[in-house]
């Protein structure tokens, strides 16, 4: 008498049928659990890598905006020359101007007396990336903050 499939079978293993019914599983589930650890991931890189590129950019334009401020004839075309300057430092990151606020101050109150201090600020909100209704929601990354400050020249 010879013995059966499932005699001839060492023990602790499965037999033929049992081995199909479990065979592609793995790569089902390493399919599955990469995708759950990749998308949180990468989505978590990309939105550093917002935040960091906001942080260039409101640097950049303050010091932009400052620079620009002091080299107008008068209070009122620099501050029109620095807004121009944080938009173009912006659009330069691809940060929306939406998301920006100016201030500039002036030490003393006469901006462009020779030895005032021209202090420009940028302030930029970063969105959530992917996120479609991120300004109803108000659901933002990072609230960025700048500040650049120059000396108006004695020789002008």
Known sequence: MQPSSRERAAPGRAGAGEQGA?????????????????????????????IQGGSFAVVGAADQAA?????????????????????????????????????ARCEPADCLAPGSAVTVTVNLTVPLPFVPFS???????SRLSASATQLVGRFR
């Open 135 to 141: 300004d109803a929601l108000h659901l933002n990354a």
């Open 67 to 103: 620079k620009v401020y002091v080299a107008q004839p008068d209070a009122a075309s620099g501050r029109a020359a620095a807004e121009r300057a944080v938009l173009v430092a912006l659009a330069d990151y691809g940060q929306p101007a939406e998301n920006a606020s100016i201030d």
């Open 22 to 50: 479990e065979q592609g599983s793995a790569v089902v589930e390493f399919i599955f659990l990469s995708l759950l650890l990749m998308v949180p991931l990468v989505y978590f890189v990309i939105t550093v890598g917002q």
